[in-house]
């Protein structure tokens, strides 16, 4: 996807600074995301950037437009589904935040991270305190299946074990129908711990352990 100049210009740099109107998102609850700074990954600078929809939303609406993300996500159509799905999160206690993806400068991917204990995804898996869960989609075709979705979710992973540290284990659930998903986990040192019948969808438990995190 061709990024027009005002996006990408907002991202020239990597790290980035937080907005003020950012500070609270990620907060307590998720120790500070837009203070996180980058990673380095073999495919350059990463870093997770919370989302602001006046900024952002026609970006991540033209991500949910693309058939490969809407068979998952399920938020295809106007620009106002994702901006209610955006929102869900921004005005809520800080349990969730939605990220921007952002790669050598360049917003690829959106993120969701949030707090699986506090989650309704905790009635259907033995959570434990604090453990974090993510989710994620690679917005642009020319970036899925060359191994970037596994070195961003080992670097994101370790961004989540690095800043917070009474997190013992990052937590995903994909759709155990999205094959590329569940296999770009297990290469980013996330183990296969269950099945779970959820009720939107049949979703592979992906456990990634403080413990083992130098192991795997």
Request: aromatic fraction near 6%; glycine fraction near 10%.
């Amino acid at each position: 996807m061709h990024l027009p100049p005002d996006i990408t210009a907002l991202f020239g740099d990597v790290p980035l600074s937080a907005d003020p109107a950012d500070g609270s998102r990620g907060g307590l609850l998720l120790d500070h995301i837009a203070d996180w700074g980058p990673a380095s990954t073999a495919a350059g600078p990463f870093q997770l950037v919370p989302v602001r929809i006046e900024r952002d939303l026609p970006l991540i609406s033209a991500w949910m437009n693309d058939p490969a993300v809407a068979a998952f996500w399920e938020l295809a159509g106007p620009e106002e589904i994702t901006a209610a799905h955006l929102r869900a999160q921004l005005d809520g206690d800080g349990r969730s935040v939605p990220c921007l993806g952002v790669l050598g400068g360049v917003p690829m991917s959106y993120w969701e991270i949030y707090r699986a204990d506090l989650d309704p995804l905790a009635r259907y898996y033995p959570a434990r305190p604090h453990d974090t869960g993510l989710h994620l989609l690679i917005g642009g075709v020319a970036d899925r299946g060359r191994g970037i979705g596994t070195a961003l979710l080992r670097a994101t992973a370790d961004l989540v074990l690095d800043h917070r540290p009474q997190c013992g284990r990052v937590i995903a659930e994909p759709d155990l129908r999205n094959v590329p998903s569940v296999a770009a986990f297990l290469g980013a040192g996330f183990r296969y711990a269950d099945e779970l019948d959820l009720p939107d969808k049949r979703a592979a438990l992906m456990v990634r352990d403080r413990a083992h995190r130098h192991l795997l």
